[in-house]
């Protein structure tokens, strides 16, 4: 019961479920008791100095047993489900849930069971009416020092883009995005210079400060790995709505195009100060 009841908030918290955690249990639970009331009679017998070297070994065996036992079971990392999107009214649920259960098997009641499918109804209409009035397309840029990372979500799938020739997929920034976009599937692709996206077409600029003129009618520019520009010149040519730069520039670079972009009176977003850029659409 204390594993049921602390289950919700574990998974909402840490996002991972261990799959063994019952048979864990079923082992070491009968064992604590035993091991906790023979710890405080080793105890008790050191104060008195009559404690025997036997018990000692004896003792010192069977928690090494348990610590081999727990070891074992820690190994089996594919019984550990990861990178689970359990929100906080999902967690609110599960012990709603959990709390109506209990009452209708401690007192047999019908209208334990008519309040329990209530909640769940609810639940179901809530969480249908969100998905349905939700945008599940979103292109966001992540802040990575000294690369550059980038994402196109389309429903519960992720493409991922970065500067680098190897993408790791197991970066924390990859994995919290997919939890709390709830995605499903994940891809890779090389990162290109320009997006169409709507509502917002994006210009990417890098270190050879090189752009396709036909791009003139990005209204976002991203800057990354620090391109030596005028960008008083960029901003007076293709007039931006809006200048991004990422964690793959040099900070000096950085500080100069702040300065720009307020005499301009362009937005601006760095994500080493704002976080990722996300455009949803």
Not at 81 to 96: A, C, V
Not at 140 to 166: C, P
Request: with cysteine; net charge positive; aromatic share 14%.
């Amino acid at each position: 019961s204390a594993q049921i009841g602390v289950l919700p908030i574990s998974v909402y918290y840490f996002h991972q479920f261990p799959g063994l955690f019952f048979i864990t249990n079923l082992v070491l639970i009968p064992c604590l008791g035993f091991v906790l009331g023979f710890g405080f009679l080793v105890m008790i017998l050191s104060l008195f100095n009559v404690l025997h070297e036997t018990v000692v070994q004896w003792y010192s065996m069977v928690i090494s047993l348990i610590n081999k036992f727990v070891s074992v079971i820690s190994g089996y990392e594919a019984m550990v489900f990861k990178n689970i999107s359990f929100d906080r009214e999902q967690m609110l649920f599960s012990y709603t849930l959990i709390i109506m259960a209990y009452c209708f098997f401690s007192y047999w009641k019908s209208k334990y069971i008519i309040q329990l499918l209530t909640v769940v109804l609810l639940f179901q209409g809530g969480k249908i009416l969100a998905h349905r009035d939700s945008r599940d397309n979103a292109f966001v840029i992540f802040h990575k020092s000294r690369h550059s990372l980038l994402g196109l979500k389309s429903q519960d799938e992720l493409v991922v883009m970065a500067s680098s020739e190897e993408i790791n997929l197991e970066d924390p920034r990859i994995i919290d995005f997919q939890i709390g976009e709830k995605i499903k599937s994940i891809k890779k692709e090389s990162l290109m210079n320009y997006y169409e996206l709507p509502f917002s077409n994006l210009l990417i600029i890098d270190s050879t400060a090189a752009y396709d003129p036909s791009s003139a009618f990005a209204r976002t520019i991203m800057l990354r790995d620090s391109p030596k520009i005028n960008l008083n010149r960029l901003i007076d040519s293709l007039k931006p709505e809006l200048v991004i730069w990422d964690g793959s520039n040099y900070l000096s670079y950085q500080k100069r195009w702040a300065q720009t972009c307020r005499a301009k009176k362009i937005p601006f977003h760095p994500t080493g100060e704002k976080g990722a850029y996300i455009i949803r659409f």
